[in-house]
C-alpha cells in the first residue's frame, strides 16, 4: 500500500474515531443533563428568580422522570393532573387539614357549595388528628334526631373511606340531593362495636337562639354566630333584664361557630370599651389584629355567669368563653372545647383552581392558641351515655349548683 494510501487510511479511522468519542460525549452528556432539562411539555417549570427558593428541586423533577419512564399508567394521566397532585401534596405538608388545594373540578364544587342550596343532615365535622370528627349536630336537623354526638370519629361514608380525606371533599360526599340517604359509620367513646346511621338529608335550616328559665337562672341556647346572632341575643339580654334573675347560663354546646363579628359583638356585652376580645395572630408575617369590646359593658359585678361548653363549642364559641374565662366572668363548666380557632382566606390560583389557607391564628386574651389549646373547663363533666340515653343533663346540673 503506497504511503498515500495509508494516510487516507489512518485519516478515515481518526475521523471515525473522533466522531464516535464526540458522539459518545454528547451521549454521556444528554444522559447526565439536569432532570428539569428532561422534562417537555410542561410550561413555567424553572424556578422564577422573584422566588429565591432555596430548595433542591432536583428530587421532584427525578421522580417525575422515573414515574413517566417506569409506571405503565403514567401516560393516562396529564402533565397537568400530575402537576396539581403535587400541589396538594404541597398544601399538605403543612399538617393544617383547613389548607387545601383545589383543582378544576373540586374548585367548581366548593364554590357552589358556598353560595348554594344544598342537602344535608345538619352537622359540623372537622379534622383532628387526622380522624374526621363530628363537631356538633345542629339542634333539630337529621344529624341530631338520629342521635349524632360531638366527638363521633366518621370512619365511612357510604362505602367509602374517611382514611386520608380531607375536610371538603367529606363535607361534598355527606351533601347530596334533598330526601336522599347517606349512611355514616361511626366510632363513639364508650362502644367498641362501630355504629351504622343512615340518615334522610334535608334542607338544612340552623337555628339560632332560645331561652328558658330553671330555677332562678336565665339560661340563654346559643347554637351558632350568624349575621342574626347579636340581634337575637340582644333580644335574649332584654328578657333577662325583665326577669329580675342575677344568674345567667350561656349554653354554647354543640356551637360550632360562624361569624367571627357576631362574637365580637355578643362578647361586648360583658365588657368595658377597649377590653381585647381575640388576636388574629399572623406569626412573623405582619401584625397581628386586635378585636376589642365595644364596650356595651351593661352588667354589674351582681351577675353570676356559667358557661357550658363541650367538644362541639368551636370556632366563635371559643371566641366569647375564652375572653369572658380570661377575664374571670365565667365560670366554664363541661368538656374541653374543639380547638378550631384559625382564619382561612380563599385565593385564587388560576382562573379554574384555588386555594383555601390559614393564615392566621387566634389567641385569648391571656394569649393562648385556641387552635392548640381549645377552652379548658374549670368544671370538667362528661355526659356519659347511660346520661344520653336517659336524657340526664349533667353539664346544666353542675352549672345550676355552681351558681346556687
Known amino acids: 500500500m503506497s504511503n498515500f494510501l495509508k494516510k487516507i487510511v489512518y485519516l478515515i479511522i481518526g475521523l471515525i474515531l473522533f466522531i464516535g468519542v464526540f458522539?459518545?460525549?454528547?451521549?454521556?452528556?444528554?444522559s447526565n443533563r439536569p432532570e428539569i432539562d428532561k422534562i417537555t411539555g410542561v410550561n413555567n417549570k424553572e424556578n422564577p428568580p422573584i422566588l429565591q427558593v432555596k430548595a433542591d428541586f432536583f428530587p421532584f423533577w427525578k421522580v417525575w422522570n422515573v414515574i413517566n419512564d417506569k409506571n405503565p399508567d403514567a401516560l393516562k394521566i396529564s402533565d397537568q393532573d400530575k402537576i396539581y397532585g403535587a400541589i396538594q401534596g404541597l398544601a399538605s405538608s403543612l399538617n393544617d387539614p383547613y389548607t387545601?388545594?383545589?383543582?378544576?373540578?373540586?374548585?367548581?364544587?366548593?364554590?357552589?357549595?358556598v353560595s348554594g342550596e344544598f342537602g344535608g343532615v345538619g352537622m359540623e365535622v372537622g379534622i383532628k388528628d387526622k380522624i374526621l370528627v363530628v363537631i356538633a349536630p345542629l339542634k333539630?336537623?337529621?344529624?341530631?334526631?338520629?342521635?349524632?354526638?360531638?366527638?363521633?370519629?366518621i370512619i365511612k361514608i357510604d362505602a367509602t373511606s374517611?382514611?386520608?380525606?380531607?375536610?371538603?371533599?367529606?363535607?361534598?360526599?355527606?351533601?347530596?340531593?334533598i330526601d336522599t340517604v347517606v349512611k355514616l359509620t361511626i366510632l363513639r367513646e364508650g362502644i367498641t362495636e362501630p355504629i351504622e346511621l343512615n340518615i334522610t338529608r334535608a334542607r338544612i335550616q340552623i337555628p339560632t337562639i332560645d331561652t328558658e328559665i330553671k330555677e332562678d337562672v336565665f339560661v340563654i341556647h346559643l347554637y351558632n354566630f350568624s349575621t342574626n346572632s347579636p340581634e337575637l341575643f340582644k333580644n335574649a339580654l332584654d328578657e333577662f333584664d325583665k326577669s329580675g334573675l342575677a344568674k345567667m347560663i350561656i349554653d354554647l354546646r354543640g356551637n360550632p361557630g360562624g361569624f367571627l363579628d357576631a362574637a365580637v359583638d355578643i362578647t361586648s356585652w360583658f365588657l368595658p370599651a377597649g377590653k381585647i376580645i381575640v388576636t388574629e395572630d399572623f406569626g412573623i408575617k405582619k401584625d397581628p389584629i386586635i378585636y376589642r369590646s365595644k364596650g356595651y359593658d351593661i352588667f354589674t359585678d351582681k351577675l353570676?355567669?356559667?358557661?357550658?361548653?363541650?367538644?362541639?363549642?368551636?370556632?366563635?364559641?371559643?371566641?366569647?368563653?375564652g375572653a369572658l374565662h380570661d377575664y374571670n366572668l365565667a365560670t366554664i363548666v363541661g368538656e374541653k372545647s374543639f380547638g378550631k380557632g384559625s382564619v382561612q382566606e380563599l385565593v385564587s390560583i388560576t382562573p379554574d383552581t384555588s386555594l383555601k389557607i390559614t393564615v392566621a391564628k387566634w389567641l385569648t386574651p391571656n394569649g393562648v392558641s385556641i387552635s392548640e389549646k381549645g377552652v379548658v373547663p374549670d368544671y370538667e363533666v362528661k355526659i356519659s351515655q347511660e346520661d344520653f340515653e336517659k336524657k340526664i343533663d349533667a353539664q346544666m346540673d353542675k352549672a345550676?349548683?355552681?351558681l346556687k
Not at 353570676?304 to 368563653?321: K, V
Open 162 to 177: 374517611t382514611t386520608d380525606i380531607n375536610l371538603e371533599e367529606a363535607i361534598w360526599v355527606i351533601r347530596g340531593e
Open 400 to 402: 345550676l349548683e355552681i
Open 304 to 321: 353570676r355567669l356559667a358557661i357550658l361548653i363541650d367538644g362541639g363549642s368551636a370556632s366563635a364559641s371559643e371566641i366569647l368563653a
Open 23 to 30: 458522539t459518545l460525549g454528547i451521549y454521556v452528556g444528554f
Open 140 to 153: 333539630d336537623t337529621p344529624a341530631y334526631k338520629v342521635g349524632i354526638k360531638p366527638g363521633d370519629k
Open 100 to 113: 387545601v388545594f383545589f383543582p378544576p373540578s373540586k374548585d367548581k364544587m366548593f364554590k357552589e357549595s
